[in-house]
């Protein structure tokens, strides 16, 4: 498949620099990449003024205000607002300069609290959604409408696909920002460094989630970027799902930690399951390469080569 241009929005965050990864290890080499210094995507005029010098025939929009339970309770409002500009200005300026293929993405978490499991695609806007991360699962389901109506009243080529949650190089370790993998990592080798007995875990321990690396999150995008026309949104998971404390026994088998468990049960434990089901995206052909252990033990690798492994003593 070739395109004369293809706008990687968000291209240095931990989803933007796989698909980047992904594009040119298949070929493509015509990539548009703008850092947040370069082009503020919340800022319309700018957005637009790029769009229509820059012309690109395809956006994969990876460009948000992302975070795991922790940033997303602390900053509602700005998660529910930077999504918003940021999404509305990408989507709208690809329509306005003819974008001929537009990929979004969004997130498990537009699911409702209690959908049944695994989650189809048909769950959407079909009971209430979890607290913690309300805000930014409202932007992410008003973008998915956008490009929806997009395609229903324009017959626009723009898609839109739910990964679960994602890892991988790339990660943010910062345990004020971080998902629950880098954050567990982090916590695991500085416990393992360190010669702690114990590592704090938030909540129960109990809540389920689905992980997948975000190499393969790439993968997919780029897949359905070249094999799905539909403005129907399309999963994009694992296929399995794990709890929080069985995480963290994998985490410290591949460190080589020992240390003892302990639950902080005054931090929340949010959805208590979101298993996306992918058959949809399983029929179309495409598959998850890496194993969770896989996955995790290449991710230790990455975070080794940060400074966040330089533990002070
Ligand atoms: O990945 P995570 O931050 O977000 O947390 P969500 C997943 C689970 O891991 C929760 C537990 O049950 C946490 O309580 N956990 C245990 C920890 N220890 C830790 C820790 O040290 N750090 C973190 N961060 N979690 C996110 C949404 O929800 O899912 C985002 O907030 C997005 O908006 C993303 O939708 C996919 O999976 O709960």
Known sequence: MTYRSIFVAGHRGLVGSAVVRNLRANGYANLILRSRDELDLRNSQAVHDFFALEKPEVVIDAAARVGGIKANVD???????????????????????????????????????FAPQPI??????SGVLESTNEPYAI??????????????????????IMPSNLYGPGDDFDFDKSHVVPALIRKVHQAKVKGEDQILVWGSGSPRRE?????DLADALRFLLENYHSPDIINAGYG??????????IISEIIGCKARLIFDHTKPDGTP?????SSRLRNLGWRPRLTLHEGVRQTYDWFLRTSYADVVL
Do not use: M, W
């Open 75 to 113: 900053f509602p409002a700005e998660f529910i607002l930077e999504n918003l500009q940021i999404q509305n200005n990408v989507i709208s300026a690809s329509f306005e300069s003819g974008v001929e293929k537009f990929v979004f993405l969004g997130s498990s978490c537009i699911y409702p609290k």
């Open 240 to 249: 399995e799902d794990i709890t929080i404390r069985e995480l963290v026994a």
């Open 211 to 215: 992980l997948l690396h975000v190499d």
């Open 139 to 160: 932007a992410k389901i008003a973008g998915i409408k956008l490009c929806q109506a997009y395609a229903r009243e324009y017959g626009k080529n723009f898609i839109s």
């Open 120 to 125: 189809s695609e048909d769950a959407l806007l």
């Open 273 to 277: 399951r979101k298993l996306l089901d």
